[in-house]
């Protein structure tokens, strides 16, 4: 019985023990989190396509970000190092190691307030988009202060000022913007429709060094926009003002004499149920090249500007066309041509205008086409042209039309099947036509592409695969006809291995009929992720949903490190 008692004693003192613990509030020392991640190339030399190593050829893009959190306040930092030198071709001002972005902000349900940098995208971007996208290169943060404002669920009211980064710097340009947004269905007594508008305004201020300069040197730009979502139709547009400036010339110095302002037009509609998705994209744009420095800096090569790695550039412009995930049909790519450009009395643009449409409808199952397990088809159309008008080269001047084409840039036709064949096999096949005027684009001849592909996918467990694909290229100039082919194969969810080669088997030059090789694997682990791979890289443009740089041709090994934390 004393033992019992003791026992119930013991239990009691322990309850209450354990009810006056959980009654004191653990204190709260906040979170930290951000990641790390490194690039690392060693350049080979190839004697075969006459390359070799360059200067320092061991090196890496590496970044570090830490943020800490507690209750509303939140700051951070990422220190880049760049050693002994930035990957090739990667803005020259990424070079060393330093602080390269710090913020600290505090944020509420209604208001939120940073200081130093931040990203921020009015719209669709046409006016100012600053953000980070490493693979290209791209860090266009302002550094400066950001205020939000949301009086209610339905408005929010953005204002900033800032200059924007530049390698380890920033711009010599002041950035001004105000941007909001309103939700209007409650005020229109809409219930089964959903409107919002917005406006923006970015002003960019930069003193010239001239008396009497023929433009403001505030440069003040305005846009408007409306989103209308019904039942399953919506429809989106936006136009674009960019008050006059002074223009850049050939050799991208400015001609004070070639003055005009600019302006962009954006259409989206689509129509979605179902078994059946269609979306349309219509965009025109003259001299939409908004820069927070009017003149590009040279890179110190004597043929780059700043231009070449998309530095201090305010906008947003990327390519409406389809994102290619085959090696072949990203060998001409269509950049988005939104500056006026004068090349010679033959070559004069004035910005784009053209369009793409996507239709995607599933074949159900148990039909004709669709089969046991249904078939999906998709279809692709783009085209883009340079502005219609009068144009002359010497003193520089154009006279435009809004409507109708000019000459023809660039234009994308495809379609694609997938099918499953059964519950261990996928399959897709697909078709593209493709015409790129490089004499307009780059400098050289114009180019009709037929290319085929044909892929298949194994399943052994759900995380164990082959992927196999093949594809063919027949161009009527340029580099001619090329083949390649891919392997895949994923062990589980942490090991992943692919070999892939492209061929320029058809070179009119014997000596370029190259083998373009590559094989490497990755290790997941969590958060995460190592790849090492061994090849060769194409020279050209690589292109990041629809923004480009261009890599020169290579050789080497590659190690790549990303972990969050």
């Not at 710097?169 to 089964?192: Q, R």
């Not at 730009?221 to 003002?241: K, P």
């Not at 114009?446 to 044909?454: C, D, G, P, Q, W």
């Not at 000596?511 to 992720?529: D, P, Q």
Request: a negative charge.
């Amino acid at each position: 019985m004393k033992k019992v008692s003791l026992l119930l004693f013991s239990l009691s003192v322990g309850s209450l023990f354990a009810q006056e613990t959980d009654s004191i509030q653990k204190k709260d020392y906040g979170k930290i989190f951000g990641g790390f991640e490194s690039n690392a190339q060693w350049y080979l030399n190839d004697k075969e396509r006459g390359i070799a190593h360059p200067e320092d050829p061991i090196r890496s893009n590496n970044y570090l970000l830490v943020n800490y959190q507690i209750g509303k306040f939140t700051a951070g930092v990422q220190v880049e190092s760049y050693e002994p030198n930035a990957l090739l071709n990667y803005n020259p001002g990424f070079k060393g190691t330093d602080i390269a972005t710090y913020y600290a902000s505090y944020k509420t349900n209604k208001f939120e307030a940073t200081a130093g940098y931040f990203y921020e995208q009015f719209g669709s971007g046409l006016l100012l988009r600053a953000w980070e996208d490493r693979a290209l290169g791209i860090n266009t943060a302002l550094r400066g202060g950001r205020i939000l404002f949301r009086p209610s669920d339905n408005v929010r009211l953005t204002a900033l000022y800032g200059r924007q980064r530049s390698g380890f710097d920033v711009a010599h340009g002041d950035v001004y913007g105000f941007d909001s947004d309103f939700n209007v269905s409650s005020l229109f007594g809409f219930e089964m429709s959903d409107l919002s508008i917005g406006a923006s305004y970015v002003g960019r201020y930069e003193k010239i060094d001239m008396p009497n300069p023929p433009v403001d040197e505030l440069t003040n730009a305005f846009a408007g926009r409306f989103n209308f979502i019904h039942d399953s139709f919506y429809i989106s547009g936006e136009y674009n003002y960019k008050q006059e400036d002074v223009l850049l010339n050939a050799l991208n110095t400015l001609n004070y004499d070639f003055v005009k302002p600019g302006n962009a037009v954006l259409l989206n509609f689509g129509y979605s149920k179902e078994g059946l998705g269609i979306d349309a994209t219509l965009r025109r744009m003259e001299n939409m090249g908004f820069l927070s420095e009017r003149t590009p800096t040279s890179a110190g090569d004597g043929i780059s500007t700043s231009l070449n790695f998309n530095d201090k550039v305010l906008n947003y412009t990327p390519a409406l066309t389809k994102q290619h995930h085959s090696n072949l049909a990203n060998i001409y790519v269509y950049q988005a041509q939104s500056r006026v450009s004068f090349v010679d009395p033959t070559i004069m643009m004035a910005g784009e205008t053209g369009g793409q449409i996507d239709i995607f409808y599933d074949f159900a199952k148990e039909t004709a086409l669709g089969g046991k397990y249904g078939t999906k088809l998709a279809v692709n159309l783009s085209s883009w042209y340079n502005l219609p008008g009068s144009y002359r080269f010497n003193p520089a001047q154009y006279d435009d039309n809004f409507f109708g084409v000019g000459q023809k840039y660039f234009s994308d036709y495809n379609i694609e099947v997938k099918k499953q064949l059964s519950e261990s096999w996928h399959t897709a096949f697909s078709y593209i036509k493709q015409y790129y005027n490089k004499e307009w684009l780059q400098g050289g001849e114009e180019v009709n592409t037929n290319i085929l592909i044909a892929e298949a996918t194994y399943n052994f467990t759900p995380s164990k695969s082959i992927r196999v694909e093949g594809e063919h290229m027949w161009a009527d100039a340029d580099f001619k006809n090329w083949a390649g082919g891919t392997v895949e194969l994923n062990l589980n969810d942490k090991y992943s291995f692919y070999v892939w080669d492209i061929m320029n088997y058809g070179n009119d030059d014997e000596n370029r009929r190259i083998h373009y090789y590559n094989v490497g694997g990755a290790y997941r682990i969590g958060a995460t992720r190592v790849a090492l791979n061994y090849g060769r890289q194409r020279g050209g443009l690589v292109c990041v949903g629809g923004v480009c740089r261009f890599v020169p041709e290579s050789t080497g090994l590659s190690l790549q490190l990303s972990t969050a934390f």
